[in-house]
């Protein structure tokens, strides 16, 4: 038997829509998903107790799909099934996403639980290779795209962000914590021109089965409002969602759309 752990955002429902039956739909606290209505809801602080009772349904299998951001966390609360994993939690809780996804997933994986990947079960969530638009990127956009994949591999060490934007070989912006939209957000007002890619990838050696970057009809639209050129993604690393509204946005807009080999 699947859960799904889903947080907000479109991805959960994609989830759900590529499985032949229903999963049991489970939320933390705070962050349920937009539309589906969770069959289980649970605190952090109650992690213990929550993978017991899933146990006792006879789930095996875990999927995370969905924004979910730290919570804070109220000693008070914390239980005597989850007592235990405390020291495993504030180091996650300290350490940069990818470590602290990777340390909640050696949490399900000890508990016996199977954790698997939303593109696992949703695989066209994974566009194939080459330019998927009309538009067609320069050997520009291509140089900028191979330093973009270099800043982020820099970035991915620190374990800081998945997603950059660079012209001309120069970056323009980094994700931080606030997230691609603020990164776009904050190069709507800038001097120039115009013109650079959004290139976006996950970091070096993360843990794919949860927190993969992702692009949607938002991502091309805020693109274009930042006087970009066009969005370079890596091969098997960045889900689309929405696909076919994001294909047919960069289309209308102009915008180039390519998936690339992952640089070595």
Excluded: Y
Aim: aromatic share 4%; glycine share 10%; charged share 20%.
């Amino acid at each position: 038997m699947l859960a799904l752990i889903a947080g907000t955002g479109v991805l959960p429902d994609q989830v759900v829509a590529a499985l032949p039956e229903r999963p049991l739909i489970c939320a933390m606290e705070g962050f349920e998903p937009d539309t589906l209505t969770p069959d289980l809801t649970f605190p952090l602080e109650q992690l213990g107790s929550f993978i017991a009772e899933l146990k006792a349904r006879g789930v095996t299998q875990l999927c995370m799909a969905g924004a979910v951001r730290r919570p804070k966390v109220d000693p008070a609360r914390i239980d005597a099934a989850t007592m235990p994993l405390v020291p495993i939690l504030q180091q996650a809780i300290m350490s940069g996403d990818d470590g602290a996804l990777r340390a909640v997933i050696g949490i399900f994986e000890d508990a016996g639980l199977t954790v698997r990947a939303a593109h696992e079960i949703a695989p066209d969530l994974l566009p194939p290779l080459g330019c998927l638009t009309e538009a067609q990127p320069s050997e520009a956009d291509l140089g900028d795209a191979d330093r973009a994949a270099g800043i982020l591999r820099a970035m991915g060490v620190a374990d800081i962000g998945q997603a950059c934007v660079v012209l001309k070989g120069q970056a323009l912006a980094v994700e931080s914590i606030f997230g691609t939209a603020w990164m776009l957000q904050s190069l709507t007002q800038r001097p120039d021109a115009g013109g650079g890619v959004l290139f976006k990838g996950p970091k070096p050696d993360q843990d794919r089965r949860a927190d993969l970057p992702a692009i949607g009809p938002d991502t091309v639209s805020a693109a274009v409002a930042a006087g970009l050129s066009g969005i370079v993604i890596e091969k098997g690393g960045v889900l689309v969602l929405h696909r076919d509204k994001v294909f047919a946005e960069c289309n209308r807009l102009g915008l180039f759309l390519t998936v690339r080999e992952r640089a070595v």
